[in-house]
């Protein structure tokens, strides 16, 4: 098997590749490389510019992100290398922290024989922010680019990345992934072992081209059996198996994503070159909208137990090919590259390194089971001086959030965590935290999701528990809050083909009204409305996009499309049903108040046996 880290024939370590297609056809070549006039043809590592023609590598993965390199690594300097044959013009182009361009190198190439061609920039210019890129243009003749490597001197010792996916019942999407890496040769060689934690009933290994793949990574997989404990507990178990054998740095990376495998080369090389230890983030592009990137770096908002906030001036939820906006709104006439530098407070496991040396001396995860066990492990490895970077052109496609409802199971654990981990890392102020908990609540409450409101509360109340509902790790409180949900009939999803079974194909749609300006106001009215049993509408359909409190709220009956677009939720009111979840409500309120401080000492003065090898060893029933 080959184990050497990916270096070019002179020593220097591959930073990253010059790609000009996508691993799957669904990946928009623009964000690879884009035909700026004239004709080419591409493939994955391959490029056939045409005659009086330019190609240009200013975009999302064709970008080298100087600024990351010159602030986070020792690394002074950065060469592009290409084997060429034909004539071209080659600039290597440089922006700054505005998005401004200049000139790094220019280089004629004339009947060049698969020549090697070589220019370097110093990272010395870019610490707020910027980018370099190649433009390659032609006259009357092709030129066909065989390779494009970016490449930085290498250390002494170049370790190798393990990668852990952990799944659970998505044994398709897993096998994809997989796939996908043992497809890339290039990525393989900076890859140690793929360790597999299939947690589920319908296994991985049970798909017919299991042992291909296994045959194709040649000897690094490494699959692995346990019950079901989440993320946390899945990839927890990767990590102790990766710093249990060895040195090589902790990849870990969703099961459903569509993997761009050049996401391991930049992340390894960039965690091989940093001046001390630091966890090396991939960014998520939205697979349902391929050419869209969700976030440029982000925080997790403490004070409204939000995770996911995105950092100021990061790129937000963009189309990478559109141009990008001014404060007003406006086009720029600059597309959105985001070369302003931005610093993240953590990064979300679907594609995140972490140093061996960090893994060791934090210990494993929270056992969470899952949610907001990487923005733990982010902010606890941030305590210990220890920096997260969002790598930008280091992204994977991954399923829309916002295609998912939020009325499911997994709120428990939003509400639950986010409780836990803000005690843990902010300044936990009870009346805030208990605030959020209301809104949210009446919120639930208004639009008649009063399965979603009990899912909620209970999370709340299992907060103020303590410690020790964590001592299994999350199996109790899975099966639990699925339990309690199954109670409320608001909660189930119904097939949009069988509306007509339940009577309900012909309900006439009802659209929202423009956002109120005055929120609390409206929210009195209609509570006035409800203890008065008043409804503007008797029953009516809402689509998801109009599903809000203030516009369900007027309903004495309301079928809601799901955000998935494949079902619907029925939902009644019932005031006997928001009264008694009222008094939970006000219940948890009021021990939240009284309680908070009293829980953030407890649960800090239990993460070290938590978090310990002796305690996961315990769960995983080593």
Known sequence: METS????????????????????????????????????????????????????????????PAAYWQRWTVVDEVAVELVLSGSARLALIASDFNGETRPEAVRVV????????????????????????????????????EQLRWTVPAPERVRQTSVVICTFNRADDCVRTLGALAADQDALTVLETVHVVDQGTDTVESRPGFPDLEKALDGRLRYLRQPNLGGAGGFGRGMYEVVKAGDANVLLMDDDVLCEPEIAVRLSAFANRTGKPTLVGGQMLRLLHPTKLIAGAEYADFAHLQPGAVVMNALDDVDLLAEALDEDGEPTGKPNRGDRRVDADYNAWWSCLIPNEVARELGLPLPLFFQWDDVEYGYRARARGYATVTLPGAGLWHADFDWK??????????????????????????????????????????????????????????FLVGPSVLADGGKRAAAEIRRIRAMYPDTVAHPIAGLADIGLDHVPMVQAAPEPKLHRLVLLKRLLHLSLGKA??????????????????????????????????????????????????AVVARRLLAEGPRLQQEYRAAVPELISEENWKRLYGL
Request: charge should be neutral.
């Open 5 to 64: 880290p990916a270096m070019d024939p002179t020593g220097r370590m591959v930073a990253q590749r010059g790609l000009f297609r996508g691993p799957d056809p669904v990946c928009p070549d623009e964000l690879y490389a884009t035909i700026v006039r004239g004709t080419a043809d591409r493939e994955r590592q391959r490029l056939v510019v045409g005659p009086h023609s330019t190609v240009s590598t200013d975009t999302y993965f064709g970008r080298f």
């Open 110 to 145: 004339e009947d060049a024989q698969s020549q090697t061609v070589r220019l370097t920039a110093k990272l010395d210019k870019f610490f707020d922010g910027g980018s370099l890129w190649l433009d390659l243009t032609t006259e009357g003749t092709e030129l066909v680019v």
């Open 405 to 462: 409802d939020a009325d499911k199971w997994n709120e428990y654990f939003a509400v639950r965590n986010a409780m836990i981990v803000s005690a843990l890392h902010s300044a936990f102020p009870p009346k805030q935290v208990a605030r959020v908990l209301v809104a949210r609540v009446v919120r639930a409450l208004l639009s008649m999701q009063y399965g979603l409101a009990a899912t909620l509360i209970t999370g709340a109340e299992d």
């Open 536 to 585: 503007n509408y008797d029953i009516g359909a809402i689509p998801a996009d109009d599903s809000s409190w203030w516009h369900v709220s007027q309903f004495q009956r309301a079928v809601v499309t799901d955000a998935a677009q494949d079902s619907v939720r029925v939902r009644v009111r019932d005031r006997a049903m928001m009264v008694e979840l009222g008094k939970r409500l």
